[in-house]
């Protein structure tokens, strides 16, 4: 685990929370097969919440953010997000995919595009945005993440930094209310670590909504105003960062934390 | 005096072919080369004074004898006072026919069946595992047999189509015969032709099958500037407009007017005593060459295809997913691309695959280079040497021409990458 550059001083006033409800989850379960991975779960994120979600191996992050933008399917309850609920119907489905902007541990770029193509080929195809605009946009927030110059080398000339820092760029380009990200900066090495995650601190200033499933326990204090704990498929705690690293309740919890921040 | 940028000049030492690595690999490339002139040098004058000896100097004079044998599935004329060279003309057509047919057949057959086997459906991929592990674990030329014991033992003879209340009935709507003796099927035939062009003494070309070809090749390329086009429009405007009618119909348009100026009209087959005539006839032993050897590297086809999908990673699909892409295109866009890279090297193996296994075809009589010129015409004349060398040299020219086409597109689909 890196500590987080306390350089930049983080404006977390400009960071509001609205009263507006962005994802709602009710009693929501998943199996995998016999395996019940997800139990119970209820969560509410307003609009502009930034919530990081931690716990241990296994536990059922990744399969819980998944879910809200249908990677997975869940068995039952309900997903509802931006009002729309996740049935299996492809047109709400569609809808909010185009809403939901994911990065994944690794990257997951298009190896056979170039970085500029990455970010133009879904507000193409799935925005019907012209070319020369959807170009300008992508433009833009490769700027936004500091890597204008290498909108035309392929994904295998970039560092794991780069990628990462460009997932993310060709995420916004598709102009999401809400982004996920799963463990983005799990598969970096330390100096590329603090890279993206200064990407993130910036959009979380901008006000995006983040969920954000990492064991950057630095990034949590510093930008979240929620983290979840979850352990066996269940969210066991959830609350303030300071609350949660200082004063855990669960024994669950105080076990993990005390692992993962090595006292 | 030298600038500083020049790297000390070193008198050259002989020892340094040896120990420098600047001249290391080239003297060893040398040295290689000189044993294998040395040997084959050897080989080849050896073998020619043997056959002096034997009275038998090399010579390709047999070629322009009269071959003296009949062949009976053939695509250019020939009757048996042709010359070996023409026999093993109308050979060599068969072999690029079979080759043909199959090579198309086969990758058809094989992308269907690779991506049925990854199919969600268990019954579906379990058959498919079926076929494939069936056909690719048992010699082909089993299956070439086989196909063709199917097609003479399990069809109706031609004399079962005879009278009132024939036993036998022509299929689709009375134009196709299947029959123990082979395929007829209706010919296309023009009334108004434009005539032949001969080319050579070897053969005649259709100016009417030219000119569909002109029309054709004029109706794809008009077909790719409209596809541009919509692109274009796409780019300008993020609206693709509606253009398949379109493309379709200046290419299928021309063709239909120009069919119908040759007065296109189609010959079919009838019977006439106890045989049919008229139409073409395609038969057993080339229907079962084809059959087989389509199936048989489709197997191989399927698995290239399936390992070429499943080795681009899963991750690829989800991503595409989460930017809110559509399947279909996400696997036209994402997964093909890719996938092609790595399926394309071992496609083009197949090919060749089954190009050299259709030398099998002596086996059911189909009569190909290998069963006219190093099988009929090297028992007639006695010269092994220069037929097998001819052959070899064929099926080499042949295999070079389908890697030299097939790398092409390879070159054109490759990933870019550092
Ligand atoms: N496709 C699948 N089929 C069956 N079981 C699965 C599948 N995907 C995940 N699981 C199981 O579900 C559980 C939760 O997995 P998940 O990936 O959500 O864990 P995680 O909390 O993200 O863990 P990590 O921190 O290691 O990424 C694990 O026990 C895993 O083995
Ligand atoms: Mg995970």
């Given at each position: 685990m890196s500590e987080l550059a306390m350089d930049t001083p983080i404006d977390r006033s400009a960071m509001k929370v609205s009263d507006e409800v962005a994802i709602e989850i009710r009693n929501m379960n998943k199996w995998y097969g016999q395996f019940h991975v997800l139990r119970?779960?209820?969560?509410?994120?307003?609009?502009?919440?930034?919530?990081?979600?931690?716990?241990?191996?296994?536990?059922?992050?990744?399969?819980?953010?998944?879910?809200?933008?249908?990677?997975?399917?869940?068995?039952?309850?309900?997903?509802?997000?931006?009002?729309?609920?996740?049935?299996?119907?492809?047109?709400?489905?569609?809808?909010?995919r185009s809403e939901v902007g994911m990065c994944f541990q690794h990257f997951n770029l298009f190896p056979h595009l170039t970085i500029l193509e990455n970010c133009t080929l879904?507000?193409?195809?799935?925005?019907?945005?012209?070319?020369?605009?959807?170009?300008?946009?992508?433009?833009?927030?490769?700027?936004?993440?500091?890597?204008?110059?290498?909108?035309?080398?392929?994904?295998?000339?970039?560092?794991?930094?780069?990628?990462?820092?460009v997932a993310i760029a060709r995420s916004l380009c598709m102009k999401p209310r809400i982004m996920l990200f799963d463990e983005p900066t799990s598969a970096l090495d330390p100096e590329m670590i603090k890279e993206v995650l200064d990407t993130m601190i910036e959009l979380a200033q901008e006000g995006m909504t983040m969920l954000c499933v990492t064991h950057e326990m630095g990034f949590a204090r510093q930008v979240a105003n929620r983290v979840i704990f979850m352990d066996q498929g269940q969210i066991v705690e959830q609350n303030e960062p300071e609350e949660f690293f200082n004063n855990p309740r669960s024994e669950r919890t105080k076990l993990f934390l005390s692992q993962i921040l090595g006292h | 005096m030298t600038t500083l940028t020049d790297p000390p000049s070193e008198s050259f030492r002989l020892s340094m072919l040896i120990y420098d690595t600047r001249y290391r690999a080239i003297t060893f490339q040398i040295i290689a080369l000189i044993c294998f002139l040395l040997f084959f040098g050897w080989l080849i004058s050896n073998?020619?004074?043997?056959?002096?000896?034997?009275?038998?100097?090399?010579?390709?004079?047999?070629?322009?004898?009269?071959?003296?044998?009949?062949?009976?599935?053939?695509?250019?004329?020939?009757?048996?006072?042709?010359?070996?060279?023409?026999?093993?003309?109308?050979?060599?057509?068969?072999?690029?026919?079979?080759?043909?047919?199959?090579?198309?057949?086969?990758?058809?057959?094989?992308?269907?069946?690779?991506?049925l086997r990854l199919s969600n459906n268990w019954l579906?991929?379990?058959?498919?595992?079926?076929?494939?592990?069936?056909?690719?674990?048992?010699?082909?030329?089993?299956?070439?047999?086989?196909?063709?014991?199917?097609?003479?033992?399990?069809?109706?003879?031609p004399r079962a189509f005879r009278g009132d209340d024939a036993e036998a009935s022509m299929k689709l709507f009375d134009t196709v015969a299947i029959t123990n003796r082979g395929v007829y099927i209706p010919e296309p035939l023009f009334s108004r032709s434009l005539g032949d062009i001969p080319v050579g003494n070897l053969f005649n070309i259709s100016i009417d099958l030219i000119a569909i070809l002109i029309v054709l090749a004029i109706g794809f390329y008009v077909s790719h500037r409209i596809k541009l086009?919509?692109?274009?429009?796409?780019?300008?405007?993020?609206?693709?407009?509606?253009?398949?009618?379109?493309?379709?119909?200046?290419?299928?348009?021309?063709?239909?007017?120009?069919?119908?100026?040759?007065?296109?009209?189609?010959?079919?087959?009838?019977?006439?005593?106890?045989?049919?005539?008229?139409?073409?006839?395609?038969?057993?032993?080339?229907?079962?060459?084809?059959?087989?050897?389509?199936?048989?590297?489709?197997?191989?086809?399927?698995?290239?295809?399936?390992?070429?999908?499943?080795?681009?990673?899963?991750?690829?699909?989800?991503?595409?997913?989460?930017?809110?892409?559509?399947?279909?295109?996400?696997?036209?866009?994402?997964?093909?691309?890719?996938?092609?890279?790595?399926?394309?090297?071992?496609?083009i193996s197949q090919y060749l695959n089954l190009t050299k296994n259709s030398s099998l075809a002596i086996a059911v009589g189909y009569m190909?280079?290998?069963?006219?010129?190093?099988?009929?015409?090297?028992?007639?004349?006695?010269?092994?040497?220069?037929?097998?060398?001819?052959?070899?040299?064929?099926?080499?020219?042949?295999?070079?021409?389908?890697?030299?086409?097939?790398?092409?597109?390879?070159?054109?689909?490759?990933?870019?990458?550092?």
């Open positions: 119970d779960i209820n969560l509410t994120v307003n609009r502009g919440e930034r919530i990081v979600i931690a716990g241990p191996s296994g536990s059922g992050k990744s399969t819980l953010i998944r879910c809200i933008n249908r990677l997975e399917e869940h068995q039952a309850g309900q997903i509802i997000v931006d009002g729309t609920e996740l049935t299996s119907d492809l047109k709400n489905i569609d809808k909010i879904a507000p193409i195809w799935v925005r019907k945005v012209p070319r020369k605009e959807a170009e300008e946009t992508a433009m833009h927030f490769l700027e936004k993440v500091k890597i204008p110059d290498q909108a035309l080398k392929y994904p295998g000339q970039l560092s794991g930094g780069q990628q990462q820092r | 073998t020619a004074q043997n056959l002096a000896d034997l009275g038998k100097e090399p010579s390709f004079g047999f070629l322009m004898e009269p071959a003296g044998y009949d062949i009976n599935q053939r695509l250019i004329d020939y009757n048996n006072q042709d010359s070996h060279l023409r026999a093993a003309f109308v050979g060599l057509l068969n072999t690029l026919l079979v080759a043909f047919l199959g090579c198309v057949t086969a990758t058809v057959v094989g992308v269907i069946v690779g991506v579906i991929s379990r058959l498919m595992a079926v076929y494939v592990e069936m056909f690719r674990n048992v010699p082909v030329l089993m299956w070439i047999v086989l196909c063709m014991a199917i097609l003479i033992e399990s069809l109706p003879a086009k919509a692109d274009a429009t796409q780019e300008a405007t993020g609206v693709r407009p509606r253009t398949w009618y379109m493309r379709l119909g200046v290419i299928f348009v021309p063709l239909a007017a120009l069919l119908v100026i040759l007065g296109f009209h189609l010959g079919y087959p009838e019977l006439s005593g106890f045989n049919f005539s008229g139409g073409t006839h395609l038969r057993n032993s080339l229907i079962a060459l084809w059959l087989a050897l389509s199936l048989y590297t489709a197997a191989f086809i399927a698995e290239n295809v399936r390992a070429g999908i499943l080795a681009i990673s899963k991750g690829q699909t989800e991503a595409a997913s989460a930017l809110g892409l559509r399947p279909s295109i996400t696997m036209r866009l994402v997964i093909l691309p890719q996938a092609l890279r790595v399926i394309i090297p071992p496609l190909d280079i290998t069963g006219t010129l190093m099988g009929i015409t090297l028992n007639q004349t006695g010269r092994e040497l220069e037929t097998v060398l001819l052959g070899m040299l064929i099926y080499l020219a042949i295999s070079l021409a389908i890697s030299a086409v097939m790398n092409f597109y390879n070159s054109r689909v490759k990933l870019v990458e550092r």
